[in-house]
């Protein structure tokens, strides 16, 4: 257990979230008898807090929720993620600046592998640096870049819907008894939303949100074959590790009681 969590100022905050009418409204979402009817209405969730005394309070309760000071990703994730970002900058055109830290640039990445956006090879003008691999070797980049001509042609006056997807680096989650891993812990899933370059981040309403999540959620148990129900939250990110595409972080588990 995280030391700051045990010091006695995080267990006061943890117990004034307890008591706060945000989670009790959310408490009370996840433990009600689930309705029943049209798609999505047995769905019993909703936003939560990003706070880290929030969402222990909310685990404390509940159990299956992602806590707020242990919140650790799987060992494998680190290499993971290491190989990713060699591969992004090897395919993925970056800046001429990247600042300082260097930041990788994943738009083109997350537009061609999240909305199927069409790349092509970047011109002869762009000047490509090379890099150093996993292994040391220094090798070169093959960069293409979205090709948004193309794009609108395909898809003319239509855009992407958004998209849930598995968290490509999840973190670990609490496990409690159940028949299928999906009721044995919390699936960890992000909501994606797409938008152009020339357009500014979205930042739909909460109302929104949760109303894309449901839709999406109903088809993924559904593709998944565990029916209708299931209990979720969600939180927008207070700073996107990925703040080039607007996304929320959603957590997800099948109810054991039927």
Not at 61 to 81: A, H, S
Not at 109 to 127: A, D, H, K, Q
Not at 184 to 204: M, S, T, V
């Amino acid at each position: 257990m995280d030391s700051d969590m045990r010091s006695p100022e995080e267990q006061a905050a943890i117990a004034e979230a307890a008591r706060s009418p945000e989670l009790l409204l959310i408490l009370e979402a996840l433990t009600s008898p689930p309705p029943e009817g049209a798609a999505g209405e047995s769905l019993r969730g909703g936003k939560v807090s990003s706070d880290r005394p929030h969402l222990q309070a909310l685990q404390n309760l509940v159990g299956w929720t992602i806590g707020g000071y242990d919140t650790r990703p799987f060992p494998e994730t680190k290499k993971q993620k290491e190989d990713d970002r060699l591969q992004i900058l090897l395919r993925y055109r970056q800046p001429a600046d990247p600042g300082d830290p260097p930041e990788v640039a994943m738009y083109d990445y997350l537009c061609e592998t999240l909305f199927g956006v069409p790349m092509r090879p970047v011109g002869p003008e762009v000047v490509m640096p090379r890099f150093r691999n996993l292994e040391g070797e220094i090798v070169d980049p093959e960069w293409v870049e979205a090709d948004w001509d193309a794009f609108r042609a395909r898809v003319g006056e239509a855009r992407p819907t958004p998209v849930l997807l598995p968290n490509r680096y999840p973190y670990q989650l609490p496990r409690r008894e159940g028949v299928r891993e999906e009721q044995q812990c919390a699936q960890h899933y992000i909501l994606w939303y797409f938008h152009y370059p020339e357009e500014p981040l979205p930042d739909p309403e909460d109302a929104a949100i949760d109303a894309d999540i449901r839709r999406r959620l109903v088809e993924v148990l559904r593709e998944r074959g565990l029916g209708d129900r299931a209990d979720y939250i969600w939180y927008r990110n207070p700073s996107m590790s990925v703040p080039q595409v607007f996304h929320v972080q959603v957590f997800w588990i099948v109810p054991n009681d039927g």
